[in-house]
């Protein structure tokens, strides 16, 4: 969902989360989480590795960045577009 159309009180699915769509949704579902409030506390960069293992494709770096927000949404911070995180991840990852 757009970042700008995301309220927290109305999320109850994965397609509620800020920048997730179904492929987003689906990956997340392969990750084992089910609903939203199962991304509270998760490491991003685990979540991305494991997809990655799951998968066994190296995902676009991009996809760690969706992660990125969407835990950070999750663990209560305000809804951001994945591109906020790009600059971040490039600095804590070599992904």
Known sequence: MNP???IRANVTQLT???NVGKATAEDLRLL???QPSQLQGQ???QLYLKLCELTGVRQDP???D???SV???ADGEA???WWHFTDERKKLYSV
Request: proline letters at 12%; a negative charge.
């Open 79 to 81: 809804p951001l577009a």
């Open 66 to 68: 969706v992660l990125m």
């Open 43 to 45: 490491d991003p960069y």
């Open 32 to 34: 084992g989480i089910e």
């Open 16 to 18: 509620d989360l800020p």
């Open 71 to 73: 835990v950070s949404f």
């Open 62 to 64: 991009c996809v760690l």
């Open 4 to 6: 700008a159309k995301v």
